[in-house]
């Protein structure tokens, strides 16, 4: 059976998790765990992807973080790639360090959020990493020290956690770390992690006919939320899916946005191709970069090659452009005589 296609989109709030491939282990010790936080924290920052919890285990780890513009796969690609080619060069191997696919659940944010936070956070203690809540709080590898301010991380969001429990920055950690320590005795949590709940109903309409005879689904394996969420979502999904299908078979290319994105702009093709810091070309570089990624499925380095940037570079060019394209009521699909 083909593996489903994952769903994601601009703001959306995925619980990520990645595992090490037979089981073994992906941090050896705590330079291998330096490494990847470092590497975690810089492409969050980067891409601007904010994230609320995370913890590293030994053979995986969870991270909870929401879409920005910049494609949740592009993100993980760049991380995991980046660690395992580190990883394999510092402990003399090769070959695969990650099972597969990472794992990545899109979640209803409302009403899973906090959840999502006190179980991944607990997880250190679940494993025995850690002994007691105290020792947890101080315990480097996890988002629960972060927020409970004995360590410091600038990629992760601890006001918006804390946020949800009061204004009042001590209130809100006792309130939360109250909250957190209530979840020790509750165990496992598999709907949490994609299992315990009804699987993949078959797609869009399976699921709509499923509701209209009252059989609610919590979930499919990519998505966990209430039925409401989950149909939404789906069909989202699906009409996004059905424009870039269109799209594509439309003849839509980098070379014919990039020629859309010069009408728009008065501009000739090979001056939105070429390089520049003047602001009217810098506009419609980021235009073409955020519609290339957006609207053709591009990555972010196909889309820094095309454009001669880095994929930093690149990155703040998508960000730029998505706000411009929204900002000035953009579209693609209408041509300037139309």
């Known amino acids: 059976m083909p593996r489903q296609s994952r769903i994601d989109a601009p703001g959306a709030l995925h619980h990520i998790i990645c595992r090490g491939i037979e089981r073994r282990r992906l941090f050896e010790d705590d330079e291998d765990r330096d490494n990847f936080i470092k590497r975690l924290g810089g492409i969050l920052s980067e891409t601007e992807t904010p994230c609320y919890a995370w913890a590293l285990l030994p053979n995986h780890c969870h991270i909870p973080a929401r879409t920005g513009v910049v494609p949740l796969s592009t993100v993980m690609r760049r991380l995991l790639t980046g660690y395992a080619v580190s990883f394999n060069r510092r402990h003399h191997r090769s070959g695969h360090l990650f099972q597969n696919r990472y794992k ?14 006190r179980y991944i956070h607990l997880n250190p203690l679940r494993a025995g990493l850690v002994a007691d809540m105290k020792q947890l709080a101080r315990f480097p590898y996890c988002g629960h020290s972060r927020i409970m301010g004995m360590v410091k991380s600038d990629f992760q969001d601890v006001d918006k956690v804390l946020g949800l429990f009061d204004d009042q920055r001590q209130r809100a950690r006792r309130q ?5 320590g209530k979840g020790v005795s509750e165990g496992h949590k598999p709907e949490l992690v994609g299992g315990g709940l009804i699987r993949s109903v078959g797609g869009w309409h399976e699921l709509s006919g499923l509701r209209r005879m009252k059989i609610h689904s919590k979930s499919d394996e990519r998505v966990l939320g209430d039925s409401d969420f989950v149909e939404t979502v789906l069909s989202s999904a699906s009409e996004a899916m059905e424009r870039r299908y269109r799209l594509k078979a439309e003849g839509y290319t980098f070379k014919s946005v990039a020629e859309r994105v010069g009408e728009i702009f008065d501009m000739p093709n090979r001056d939105v191709m070429a390089p520049g810091k ?15 990624v957006q609207e053709l499925c591009m990555s972010v380095t196909e889309v820094g090659l095309k454009l001669g940037l880095s994929q930093s570079a690149a990155s703040r060019a998508v960000q730029l452009g998505r706000g411009i394209a929204e900002d000035s009521g953009l579209n693609l699909e209408i041509a300037k005589n139309a």
């Open 104 to 117: 990545s659940i899109l979640c209803q944010e409302d009403t899973y959020l906090l959840e999502l936070v």
């Open 176 to 180: 939360y770390a109250q909250f957190v």
């Open 278 to 292: 003047q602001p009217h070309r810098v506009k419609a570089r980021s235009v073409l970069a955020y519609w290339a």
